[in-house]
């Protein structure tokens, strides 16, 4: 049984976000309880750190806390929205804490205990400064980031984002480049990209309201969206 003081869940997962954000205000972040999440924007792209918790708590028992931290950027979402209005947001990149390291773990703390709590959001921040703050700080040298990601894959960005970004950021051409490489790299996907590529052909609605779901997908997806024609012939 419990010993911990029977604080209702929800009162202790918001006043465990407020102080978590209390914590991020020396490091530029400024908390926004209607989130809740915190944001900090550095030129052109911003952090966002998001907060969840569980259906599943139990007064005094288990109070579930997660942290998310994203990538976001005010003009990836305006270059996107141009090409995509209803799917695309100003997101770069998000996922669990726990998936900022490798091997990834999704991480639920728990802040149940009084006597702990301190200690788990202190240990919460130490975790995100060291795992997503390098991959964050990437985007501030788009010279450097930008030529690995034609043929690298960076921890949590999905290739679909991947594409866009560089398509944005860099160019069209960039962004084939990287389609080209991601096609070679992943065979198993030809059969699906292929389906999907003919699919696209006659589907004049599917820039509005799809957004692709796995690599061959996505590749055939942004091979119709930028008009870069069938890619097969690359990988031959």
């Known amino acids: 049984m419990s010993t911990y003081p029977p604080q209702p869940p929800k009162e202790v997962y918001r006043e465990v976000c407020e102080h978590f954000g209390e914590l991020m205000v020396p490091e530029g972040f400024r908390y926004l309880r209607s989130g809740p999440n915190l944001k900090r924007l550095d030129g052109r792209f911003g952090a966002i750190i998001g907060f969840g918790t569980s259906h599943y708590n139990q ?18 979402q305006k270059f996107s929205k141009k090409l995509l209005p209803n799917v695309w947001s100003d997101r770069i990149m998000s996922a669990n804490l726990g998936n900022y390291n490798e091997p990834t773990n999704y991480v639920r703390y728990d802040v149940a205990d009084p006597a702990k709590r301190e200690l788990v959001i202190t240990s919460a921040i130490s975790d995100m400064k ?24 960076l921890l949590n960005l999905q290739l679909d984002r991947k594409l866009m970004f560089l398509a944005c950021f860099g160019s069209t051409e960039l962004c084939k480049k990287a389609a080209i490489h991601a096609l070679k790299k992943h065979p198993q996907c030809h059969e699906i990209y292929r389906v999907k590529y003919e699919e696209y052909k006659s589907r004049d609605t599917f820039q509005q309201t799809f957004r692709p779901s796995n690599y061959g997908d996505a590749i055939a997806y942004y091979a119709r969206l930028f008009d870069f024609g069938d890619l097969s012939s690359c990988v031959m």
Do not use: K, T
Request: proline letters at 7%; one cysteine or more; aromatic letters at 24%.
């Open 59 to 76: 007064a005094g028992e288990y109070v579930c806390f997660e942290v998310f931290c994203g990538v976001f950027s005010p003009e990836f």
């Open 130 to 153: 060291e795992n997503f703050y390098p991959i964050y700080e990437r985007f501030q040298n788009l010279n450097e980031l930008i030529p690995f990601l034609v043929e690298n894959d």
